[in-house]
């Protein structure tokens, strides 16, 4: 079980939300490298990176901030990156920067095509990012909620070649209220591609529970607010894990 510590980016900074919202933003970090460093430090294998002004803009706003994080640790774990990944050109630009996985969001519901345009190009570089309320896929920086259902676009877009999908519960984001561990193993059971949960991490009964459910095809856990605030002890809680999945 992967914990992944997310690094939120906002005008360069380092920053978490609740329920996506830009007005609610609590700065943890000036320097985004630096934090992406002290997270590799304490165990992490992989990183996950959100541009937040770019998942607004619709196209990348942190590129300098990214790129600096791919130089200092890019080279020692996985990075992944959402936020305003809208073109292939943008997508090439970040993985010959050394990116590991591109995430689509927004981008894979509205335009399907470029999604498989995506990962016709650069198979086994490509995650879909599936943002749901009750069920239904929210996009536009979770501002709009639309009438697809989870599951079925999640089969949808296996087909088409994604690498894995991570799926946020945006009623549990940045609150500290839990896993949504159902929804997320409902989903998980219904492909067969990996399964990254998001939203809503409150501690180390989260992990436990996710552990618990691993072999339904959940494969990590993005670590927000909790690994910030001192809820969760983020190099205990991955020995934990390792330990639950031996």
């Known amino acids: 079980m992967l914990l992944i510590p997310a690094i939120d980016l906002k005008d360069g900074q380092c920053v978490r939300l609740k329920q996506g919202d830009m007005d609610q933003a609590t700065t943890f970090g000036l320097d985004p490298a630096q ?11 992989r990183l996950h990176l959100v541009d937040l002004n ?15 994080v791919l130089r200092d ?4 774990v996985d990075v992944q990156l959402g936020g305003g990944i809208r073109d292939l050109d943008t997508i090439e630009r970040y993985l010959d920067a050394g990116l590991r996985y591109v995430i689509i969001g927004t981008a894979a519901v509205k335009n399907p095509g470029f999604l498989q345009d995506a990962c016709t190009a650069f198979g086994g570089h490509i995650i879909v990012g599936l943002d749901a309320r009750d069920g239904k896929v929210a996009t536009d920086g979770w501002s709009k909620l639309t009438r697809h ?5 999640g089969k949808k877009f296996e087909d088409y070649g994604v690498e894995s ?6 009623g549990r984001d940045g609150m500290l209220t839990g896993i949504n ?13 990996p399964v990254i949960a998001s939203g809503g991490l409150g501690g180390m009964g989260d992990i436990e529970a996710l552990c618990a459910v691993e072999d339904e095809g959940i494969e990590g856990v993005i670590c927000g607010r909790a690994i910030y605030s001192g809820e969760l002890d983020f190099s205990a809680a991955q020995s934990r894990a390792d330990e639950l999945s031996r």
Do not use: C
């Open 35 to 45: 934090m992406a460093r002290n997270w590799v430090d304490r165990g992490a294998r």
């Open 54 to 68: 770019g998942a607004f803009a619709g196209h990348p706003k942190n590129e300098m901030a990214i790129r600096k």
């Open 73 to 76: 640790v890019g080279s020692e």
């Open 149 to 153: 259902d989870v599951v079925d676009l």
């Open 165 to 170: 999908i991570i799926y946020t519960d945006i």
């Open 181 to 193: 561990v159902e929804a997320t193993v409902k989903l998980a059971q219904a492909l067969s591609i």
